[in-house]
């Protein structure tokens, strides 16, 4: 009789424990997308380019052959306002704000911008970027 009482108790507990852990997760992609956003709109492109993840920013002063804080500006990247919205997998997001789309991924010490300035490309096709990782 114990056993049952056990199990469901083990199981609430875990459907509970796992019902936030997603939320956490969408909140922390969300405020990265939504600060690297504000940090293009009012040009801070030195916070900008700290919410870049790593390769991300070294592909970019790669391609551009100079350093992230002057190459941002050059990829007119489009400027997300309004609503958004994220679809969080594991430790990978995607994030639409407005008409811009983010892919972002969680690193130990938090939400990097993988990927900005996405669209996609239709049907089964990914989405083509504007500022990339390697």
Not at 6 to 35: E, H, I, K, N, W
Not at 110 to 126: I, K, L, N, S, Y
Request: hydrophobic letters at 40%; aromatic letters at 6%; charged letters at 25%.
């Amino acid at each position: 009789m114990r056993i049952p009482v056990l199990f469901g108790a083990l199981t609430a507990v875990v459907v509970l424990c796992a019902c936030g852990a997603p939320q956490a997760r969408q909140d922390g992609a969300s405020r990265a997308g939504r600060a690297f956003e504000e940090a293009l709109a009012s040009g801070a492109y030195g916070a900008a380019c700290a919410l870049l993840a790593p390769e991300s920013r070294e592909q970019l002063e790669e391609d551009e052959k100079r350093p992230c804080e002057r190459a941002l500006p050059s990829q007119d990247l489009p400027r997300g306002e309004g609503a958004s919205s994220v679809d969080v997998y594991g430790r990978q997001a995607l994030l639409q704000v407005g008409d811009e789309t983010l892919f972002l991924s969680q690193f130990d010490d938090g939400w990097r911008v993988t990927a900005a300035g996405c669209a996609p490309e239709g049907g089964d096709e990914p989405y083509r970027c504007a500022l990339k990782g390697a």
